[in-house]
C-alpha cells in the first residue's frame, strides 16, 4: 500500500473521473493493470488506464451481461462460454442459474485472472467448481477450437477494441461465434460508452449485422462508469426482446428491467443508423 493521492481515469485530453485511492497492485504485462482502492468504490480494477469495474457496482454489469440474455433463451441454459471475464463476475452469476451443466472460459490474460483471484474474491464465481474449464487462451483461437452448435450462451466480457481485444469485434469472430451458438442461443458483447466513444459502437454494431440476422442494442448505466454502458447482443433466431421466457432475480437485474435495456434514445438510434452509412 501507498498513501493516498488523486488518480485520475482520462476520458479525454480535457476531461476525466479522478478518485482519491491507495495504489494496491500496478505492473505492465499484457495490458497495465493497476488495482486502487478508494473509500467510497472500494477496490477496483484499471486495465491500460480505464476503469473496468469497483467493487461497489459491479454487479449492474455483470447481471446485465448474464442475466438478460439468459432470459432470451426458450429453456434454461445448460452449457455457455465466455470470452474474457477473468475477475470472474460473469463466472458468479452464470453459478447461480441452476440448469447450468458447463462452463468453457477463454481468458487471455493470466495476471489479470491471479490478482482478481487475490484482491477481488469476493465478487468472483467458483473456479473449483466441476463444470468449469478455464483455459488461459485468445479468444477467437479458442472459438475455432470449439465445436459448432455446442452453447446456449456466448458471453464476451472484454476490454474496448484495442490491444489484445481488438480481434474480438471483427468480422472473424462474430462468424466463428455464429458458428458455436445453438440454433436459439444468445450472443452478448460490452460495446463501450456511446457518448464518449461513439467509434465502438459505430463500428462494431454494421459488422456483427453482416453475421448475425438478428442484432440489438441495449444499454445500462453503471455509476462508476459515469455514463450508460452498450452491448451488443444478437442470436440466429427473432427473439421476444422484451419480454423474458426465464426468469432471474439478482441485486440489480429483474424481468420487469428488459423493456428499459431495449429503449435507446435518438441520439444512440441515430449513431447506429450513421453506423449503416459511413
Same mark, same amino acid.
Given at each position: 500500500?501507498?498513501?493516498?493521492?488523486?488518480?485520475?481515469?482520462?476520458?479525454?485530453?480535457?476531461f476525466? !473521473?479522478?478518485?482519491?485511492?491507495?495504489?494496491?497492485?500496478?505492473?505492465?504485462?499484457?495490458?497495465?493493470? /493497476?488495482?486502487?482502492?478508494?473509500?467510497?468504490?472500494?477496490?477496483?480494477?484499471?486495465?491500460?488506464?480505464?476503469?473496468?469495474?469497483?467493487?461497489?457496482?459491479?454487479y449492474?454489469? !455483470?447481471?446485465?451481461i448474464?442475466?438478460?440474455?439468459?432470459?432470451?433463451?426458450?429453456?434454461?441454459?445448460?452449457?455457455?462460454?465466455?470470452?474474457?471475464?477473468?475477475?470472474?463476475?460473469?463466472?458468479?452469476?452464470?453459478?447461480?442459474?441452476?440448469?447450468?451443466?458447463k462452463? #468453457?472460459?477463454?481468458?487471455?490474460?493470466?495476471?489479470?485472472?491471479?490478482?482478481? /483471484?487475490?484482491?477481488?474474491y469476493?465478487?468472483?464465481g467458483?473456479?473449483?467448481?466441476?463444470?468449469?474449464?478455464?483455459?488461459?487462451k485468445?479468444?477467437?483461437?479458442?472459438?475455432?477450437?470449439?465445436?459448432?452448435?455446442?452453447?446456449? #450462451?456466448l458471453?464476451?466480457?472484454?476490454?474496448?477494441?484495442v490491444?489484445?481485444?481488438?480481434?474480438?469485434?471483427?468480422?472473424?469472430?462474430?462468424?466463428?461465434?455464429?458458428?458455436?451458438?445453438?440454433?436459439f442461443?444468445?450472443?452478448?458483447? /460490452?460495446?463501450?460508452l456511446?457518448?464518449?466513444?461513439?467509434?465502438?459502437?459505430?463500428?462494431?454494431y &454494421?459488422?456483427i449485422?453482416?453475421?448475425? &440476422?438478428?442484432?440489438?442494442?441495449?444499454?445500462?448505466?453503471?455509476?462508476?462508469?459515469?455514463?450508460?454502458?452498450?452491448?451488443?447482443?444478437?442470436?440466429?433466431?427473432?427473439? &421476444?426482446w422484451? /419480454?423474458?421466457?426465464?426468469?432471474?432475480?439478482?441485486?440489480?437485474? !429483474?424481468?420487469?428491467?428488459?423493456?428499459?435495456?431495449f429503449?435507446?434514445?435518438?441520439?444512440?438510434?441515430? #449513431?447506429?443508423?450513421?453506423?449503416?452509412?459511413?
Open positions: 500500500m501507498t498513501g493516498q493521492f488523486w488518480w485520475r481515469e482520462k476520458i479525454f485530453k480535457d476525466g !473521473h479522478s478518485y482519491l485511492v491507495e495504489l494496491v497492485f500496478e505492473e505492465r504485462a499484457i495490458q497495465k493493470i /493497476q488495482i486502487l482502492k478508494n473509500p467510497s468504490w472500494g477496490y477496483f480494477l484499471v486495465l491500460d488506464g480505464i476503469v473496468q469495474f469497483t467493487e461497489k457496482d459491479e449492474i454489469y !455483470h447481471e446485465t448474464t442475466l438478460l440474455p439468459a432470459s432470451l433463451l426458450p429453456s434454461p441454459p445448460e452449457e455457455v462460454i465466455i470470452i474474457g471475464g477473468g475477475d470472474g463476475g460473469v463466472l458468479r452469476e452464470l453459478q447461480k442459474i441452476p440448469s447450468i451443466k462452463i #468453457l472460459q477463454f481468458e487471455i490474460d493470466k495476471l489479470v485472472f491471479e490478482l482478481s /483471484q487475490k484482491y477481488f469476493n465478487i468472483s467458483d473456479y473449483n467448481d466441476s463444470r468449469v474449464d478455464f483455459i488461459i485468445d479468444g477467437l483461437m479458442g472459438l475455432k477450437e470449439s465445436m459448432s452448435e455446442s452453447f446456449d #450462451l458471453i464476451v466480457d472484454c476490454t474496448d477494441p490491444g489484445p481485444a481488438k480481434s474480438l469485434y471483427t468480422e472473424e469472430f462474430y462468424k466463428e461465434s455464429f458458428r458455436v451458438l445453438k440454433p442461443g444468445v450472443f452478448i458483447q /460490452q460495446a463501450s456511446p457518448i464518449y466513444f461513439p467509434k465502438v459502437l459505430k463500428e462494431a &454494421p459488422v449485422k453482416k453475421v448475425f &440476422p438478428y442484432v440489438k442494442v441495449i444499454r445500462t448505466y453503471v455509476p462508476c462508469y459515469g455514463e450508460e454502458i452498450a452491448f451488443l447482443i444478437a442470436s440466429k433466431e427473432e427473439k &421476444p422484451i /419480454q423474458p421466457l426465464q426468469t432471474y432475480y439478482g441485486k440489480y437485474y !429483474h424481468p420487469q428491467l428488459n423493456p428499459y435495456y429503449s435507446l434514445s435518438a441520439n444512440w438510434l441515430n #449513431l447506429l443508423e450513421t453506423s449503416n452509412n459511413p
